[in-house]
């Protein structure tokens, strides 16, 4: 498998990216939707320190998807019978992905300081709250968060819908591209 994007597919360094990208999303949501649930105390803290770290890795594979897409630009689109306008839609769907995957853990971020907590950075060192705990503020910023995490999320699925389409539908190349193992 080569490491670069071809016209005919993705590299397996994009491959890596997208697809360590989306474990983590289902991972950060899931602890996200249902960590209340954890039994209170430790396993409850690790579900949260998780979640986080999480949340940090997105913001980190985003970046470093961004500057690969700078260096190495994706395949061109597959033609479909709907013409042009798909692939606009397409695009439009690429750049509302970007910018939830980037706003959904800022906000995280901002939520764990309204709390007056510490933003673990991969177990390694913490982050000092710079302002003091305040509940509505966070509460407030907490509904955002989870809005934004079930956008996320719901984008995410008709984008996999949408590649779905494609590969039973239209029957073109354009989910065999993103998988690994396909030519």
Do not use: C
């Not at 042009?84 to 695009?91: H, L």
């Not at 939830?100 to 971020?109: D, H, K, R, S, Y």
């Not at 934004?148 to 039973?168: D, E, K, M, Q």
């Amino acid at each position: 498998m080569q490491l670069r994007n071809s016209v005919q597919s993705y590299g397996a360094i994009r491959m890596s990216l997208h697809w360590l990208t989306v474990a983590l999303v289902v991972l950060a949501w899931f602890l996200g939707t249902f960590g209340d649930d954890l039994p209170r105390g430790s396993t409850s803290n690790a579900g949260m320190f998780v979640h986080v770290t999480a949340g940090l890795l997105i913001i980190a594979l985003l970046v470093v998807r961004l500057l690969w897409r700078v260096v190495d630009a994706p395949p061109p689109a597959e033609t479909t019978p709907l013409g042009g306008w798909i692939e606009v839609a397409g695009k439009w769907t690429h750049l509302a992905l970007y910018v939830l995957l980037a706003a959904t853990p800022i906000i995280g971020i901002v939520l764990q300081f309204a709390r007056g907590d510490a933003l673990p950075v991969f177990g390694f060192t913490e982050i000092a709250s710079p302002w003091i705990k305040d509940r509505e503020f966070a509460r407030s910023i907490k509904g955002i968060h989870e809005a934004l995490a079930h956008a996320l999320v719901i984008l995410a699925l008709l984008h996999a819908s949408a590649a779905l389409i494609h590969h039973w539908v239209w029957q073109d190349r354009t989910l065999k591209r993103m998988l690994p193992g396909t030519r």
